[in-house]
T-cell receptor, first 111, second 111 residues
């Protein structure tokens, strides 16, 4: 069956460290994968999109990798800050239907 | 203001009542989506629409009805609300760069 999984429900890290979130998928061949941020009581907000022919994408302190062989995307936040605390969702393009979302990882950055 | 709005933001209703959640966008994006978000399930697609008068089922359409007579509006109706439909509902549109833009959500409680 098709699955998209974010391995950790919750992740706690210390301020200043690099947070790494994982998104794995099975039985999909996505043309691209996206990451969203969701704060409590709000809708998700788009952060980054990475296409199947791109290995890595960066935006300020954010970095996303996409390994189509491992069927995995990694999302990194470097020099993390308490303001980075939120739930992060990965989403993939399954082809001819809308995005499929993972359940999210709740990141807490502790000062 | 440009963007995507949802109303009401909070709604309490009783089992068996009909409820309509409204979604309005000012961008004229073709695609619009309705999701529900529940603990343990993440974001699940209810219905989506590729254009006015074109709608399609998502992962969890049972008990819901949608219509789209105008590009900017995409209402979601619960014809006879059940307790299992207690959830947070998000409307979204699809922008030109494959990015989804989410509304602020409607928290629905069915008693």
């Amino acid at each position: 069956s098709q699955k998209i999984e974010q391995n950790s429900e919750a992740l706690n890290i210390q301020e200043g460290k690099t947070a790494t979130l994982t998104c794995n998928y099975t039985n999909y061949s996505p043309a691209y994968l996206q990451w969203y941020r969701q704060d409590p009581g709000r809708g998700p907000v788009f952060l980054l999109l990475i296409r199947e022919n791109e290995k890595e994408k960066r935006k300020e302190r954010l970095k996303v990798t996409f390994d189509t062989t491992l069927k995995q995307s990694l999302f990194h936040i470097t020099a993390s800050q308490p303001a980075d605390s939120a739930t992060y969702l990965c989403a993939l393009d399954p082809g001819n239907t809308p995005l499929v979302f993972g359940k999210g990882t709740r990141l807490s950055v502790i000062a | 203001d440009a963007g995507i709005t949802q109303s009401p933001r909070y709604k309490i209703t009783e089992t068996g009542r009909q409820v309509t959640l409204m979604c309005h966008q000012t961008w004229s994006h073709s695609y619009m989506f309705w999701y529900r978000q529940d603990l343990g399930h993440g974001l699940r697609l209810i219905y989506y629409s590729a254009a006015a008068d074109i709608t399609d089922k998502g992962e969890v359409p049972d008990g819901y009805v949608v219509s789209r007579s105008k590009t900017e509006n995409f209402p979601l109706t619960l014809e006879s609300a059940t307790r299992s439909q207690t959830s947070v509902y998000f409307c979204a549109t699809l922008g030109g760069t494959d990015t989804q833009y989410f509304g602020p959500g409607t928290r629905l409680t069915v008693l």
